[in-house]
């Protein structure tokens, strides 16, 4: 499997996103001016819970969550912290993804530091 590296390319950045930012949610729009690296899902297993957002809580092994990843520059990266309220209610860490296409990338994704509301077994979060 080939390897691809994530963490900063010339002030561009990886991120993971698995909720509202998705294609076809209403947060999208944010991602509007970023680059669609691909569709994956994490090479661990987390958490992934709805309450009145999605979450995906780091520490109880359920699935892959399912998601894509976006090249965003820093610009970009400090308006989607500021949306997930990183680092107070949201956690902006770095994990691995594995992409549709085979890749590995590293990428950042925002983690919820509690369990709450319903727990989404597949990994999947739908509207």
Do not use: C
Not at 16 to 35: C, D, E, I, M
Not at 93 to 109: H, K, N, S, T
């Amino acid at each position: 499997m080939a390897q691809a590296s994530g963490r900063k390319q010339g002030h561009r950045h990886l991120v993971f996103v698995y909720g509202t930012l998705k294609q076809g949610f209403p947060n999208h729009f944010l991602l509007r001016r970023a680059s669609r690296v691909g569709a994956g899902r994490t090479a661990e297993r987390y958490a992934l819970y709805v309450d009145e957002y999605p979450g995906v809580f780091p520490d109880e092994p359920v699935s892959r969550v399912q998601g894509e990843v976006y090249a965003v520059d820093d610009a970009m990266l400090a308006r989607l912290d500021a949306l997930e309220d990183h680092p107070v209610l949201y956690r902006r860490e770095q994990i691995d993804v594995l992409l549709d296409d085979g890749r590995i990338v590293r990428a950042w994704i925002y983690f919820y530091p509690h369990r709450g509301g319903r727990l989404v077994e597949d990994g999947e979060f739908r509207p």
